[in-house]
T-cell receptor
């Protein structure tokens, strides 16, 4: 079974600064997908960014980018130019490419606090 | 386009009482998921449906939990009787469905969840 580990319970960042969230995962599979979801206090999980394991190029979405290191099984999220609206719980998730039903395996989450 | 709708948003009950949660997925989404999220943890899959068929319910505690998705649209998750340890957030998600081609088209969209408190 795959496991996803987020070792940082909380990260604090000042507005306009950059913060990096770490995520490691354990798998024996070679083909899979990785995701970062954001969960604000409203509780609604919002997809931030996705990465296909077969792609070497790191995914980017505006101020959000990932550093995907397949050999190290590491998938970190960088939030640049942090804004107050970025404050939320961030979850890293894994999905097997062989699982046609789309089951997501989530980490425990990292709380991001943005200070003015 | 409306997102995933869940109701109620909050529910407080006494232990041993029954409770039900309702989910309306995004229109056209064939796959529906129920997740359990305990405080300070990530969501864990309880059950997933492909249309009206439960294709993975291995994590659903079947002695007290049940779910249904009649007509392959709305879904209801029920707990009877509720226990103190069931206090959590219950999230519903939907996606276009397996076999739609790519992980992009199979992205899961989540509802706001129901926060259950069992006293």
């Amino acid at each position: 079974a795959q496991t996803v580990t987020q070792s940082q319970p909380e990260m604090s960042v000042q507005e306009a600064e950059t913060v990096t969230l770490s995520c490691t995962y354990d798998t024996s599979e070679s083909d899979y997908y990785l995701f970062w979801y954001k969960q604000p206090p409203s509780r609604q999980m919002i997809l931030v960014i996705r990465q296909e394991a077969y792609k070497q190029q790191n995914a980017t979405e505006n101020r959000f980018s990932v550093n995907f290191q397949k050999a190290a099984k590491s998938f970190s999220l960088k939030i640049s130019d942090s804004q107050l609206g970025d404050a939320a719980m961030y979850f890293c998730a894994y999905r097997s490419a062989g699982d046609s039903w789309g089951k997501l395996q989530f980490g425990a989450g990292t709380q991001v606090v943005v200070t003015p | 386009e409306a997102g995933v709708v869940q109701s109620p948003r909050y529910k407080i009950i006494e232990k041993k009482q029954p409770v039900a949660f309702w989910c309306n997925p995004i229109s056209g989404h064939n796959t529906l998921y129920w997740y359990l999220q305990n405080l300070g943890q990530g969501p864990e899959l309880l059950i997933r449906y492909e249309n009206e068929e439960a294709v993975d319910d291995s994590q659903l505690p079947k002695d007290r939990f049940s779910a249904e998705r009649l007509k392959g649209v709305d879904s209801t998750l029920k707990i009877q009787p509720a226990e103190l340890g069931d206090s959590a957030v219950y999230l519903c998600a939907s996606s276009l469905g397996a076999g739609t081609g790519t992980v992009v088209t199979d992205t899961q969209y989540f509802g706001p969840g129901t926060r259950l408190t069992v006293l």
